[in-house]
């Protein structure tokens, strides 16, 4: 370790210890009171910064240690020399804006404010250099300066005892808190790897939903293809399938049709067997003047045309409990009119509702019952008694019909009798 001999070898001084006096210039580090050189150098100058400049001012100050170095560097500040220059323009470089500041007040009163602002916000290291150096510093001013320094290095003692403290606390907490938040990444990683494995499953199966998609979608394609193919290769397949309806009506008309002949041909019979002119037809009865048929319509088809839906309802129920087939077509509403010319030719009576469909409708049913001769009865309201009403006018007819022929094939059997005993 260095001597003060060895430094005050080293570092010649070139005066006395300098006297301070009151100017307009500012003061130079050697130029200020030996009692504030500690404070200044200790407190106004890192000791990183201070080892620096003393190192390239005498290479050999770099085996002291930091105590040494400082109290080395606090009696040659005392003198100009090569180390107080150094030290000079690296405090003046480092606080130069609170220098600046601090130039422009005028007195001590105005300075020694100042520097209580500082030491209030903590500002202490470059309003120390300022406030020192300041012109309007005077000895008063700068021992009471002193003093508080002193006052404060004893107060960051303790309380560097009190943060070391709380730094170790610190430390410990912040070693707990390293350990869990090591802990939640690691049960983050886990559980991202988890859903990472997860969204490979759902994209895998996303796949293989797009690839069955596209294979159904393909098939369907073919399917279509298959089916436009046999579509043109069997033209006019709707037609084909009216005409086989159609063909289904007459096959089953022309089968009631036959039983109907054989009926009237028992009859006749039967007639000519009795005695009594008259025939009643028990199938062909006259319907009461309200509510359901009782005679049987065993074998007949009726055709209602129009009629609103619930009425159609209605008379579906009556027809079918009499034993009649019930037939309908809305005269050209929603049914197509090629349809009602079919229906016109597998029923075997008409009931028309007159106030319930279109004119071409009417006039369709009303000339094809006058070319066939088929009985049709024109209904105005739609009801189930005007249903009745309508079925019993049509029975009615067909049994004065019956009993015609009957007394026609009757007469006529005795004429050929009477000729054949002539």
């Not at 060895?6 to 006297?19: C, E, G, H, L, R």
């Not at 130029?31 to 001012?57: D, F, T, Y």
């Not at 033209?235 to 007459?250: G, K």
Request: glycine content about 6%.
């Amino acid at each position: 370790m260095f001597s003060t001999h060895f430094i005050k070898q080293t570092f010649t001084t070139a005066a006395q210890p300098v006297v301070l006096k009151q100017g307009s210039k500012r003061r130079r580090l050697w130029e200020l009171a030996s009692h504030v050189h500690c404070p200044v150098i200790g407190v106004c100058l890192p000791m990183a910064v201070l080892r620096r400049l003393a190192v390239k001012a005498a290479p050999e100050m770099a085996r002291l240690d930091d105590y040494a170095l400082h109290s080395a560097a606090v009696q040659m500040g005392r003198s100009r020399n090569r180390l107080a220059e150094s030290i000079q323009d690296e405090l003046d470089q480092r606080h130069a804006t609170i220098v600046k500041a601090l130039r422009r007040l005028p007195d001590r009163v105005s300075l020694e404010a100042a520097w209580q602002e500082a030491v209030a916000a903590g500002e202490i290291a470059g309003a120390l250099w300022a406030t020192l150096t300041h012109p309007a510093c005077d000895p008063i001013l700068a021992e009471v300066i002193s003093q508080q320094m002193h006052m404060i290095q004893h107060q960051a003692g303790a309380s560097l005892r009190l943060d070391i403290a709380h730094y170790r606390a610190l430390q410990e907490e912040n070693a707990a808190l390293a350990r869990s938040l090591a802990t939640a990444q690691q049960r983050c990683e886990r559980q991202s790897q988890e859903k990472a494995g997860e969204l490979e499953q759902l994209q895998a199966q996303l796949i293989r939903t797009r690839s069955e998609v596209i294979s159904r979608d393909t098939e369907l394609g073919a399917l279509r293809e298959e089916l436009e193919a046999l579509r043109a290769a069997v033209p006019d397949q709707a037609a084909r399938r009216r005409l086989e309806h159609q063909l289904m009506y007459q096959e089953e008309r022309n089968a009631r049709l036959c039983l109907e002949n054989a009926r009237l041909r028992k009859e006749l019979d039967a007639a000519l067997s009795a005695p009594a002119p008259g025939v009643a037809l028990a199938s062909t009865s006259v319907l009461p003047d309200e509510g359901a048929p009782e005679a049987s319509l065993e074998g007949h088809r009726i055709l209602c045309v129009g009629g609103r839906e619930n009425v159609v309802v209605v008379y579906r129920k009556l027809i079918e409990q009499a034993g009649g087939q019930f037939l309908h077509h809305d005269g050209g509403v929603e049914d197509r009119f090629g349809q009602l010319d079919s229906a016109l030719g597998a029923a075997d009576l008409v009931i028309c509702q007159t106030g319930c469909i279109s004119h071409n409708a009417y006039w369709r049913v009303k000339d094809h019952c006058k070319r066939t001769g088929k009985r049709c009865a024109f209904v105005e309201n739609p009801s189930a008694a005007g249903l009745a009403r309508g079925l019993r006018c049509l029975l009615s007819d067909a049994l004065v019909e019956s009993q015609d022929e009957v007394q026609t094939a009757v007469s006529g059997s005795a004429m050929t009798a009477g000729m054949q005993q002539t």
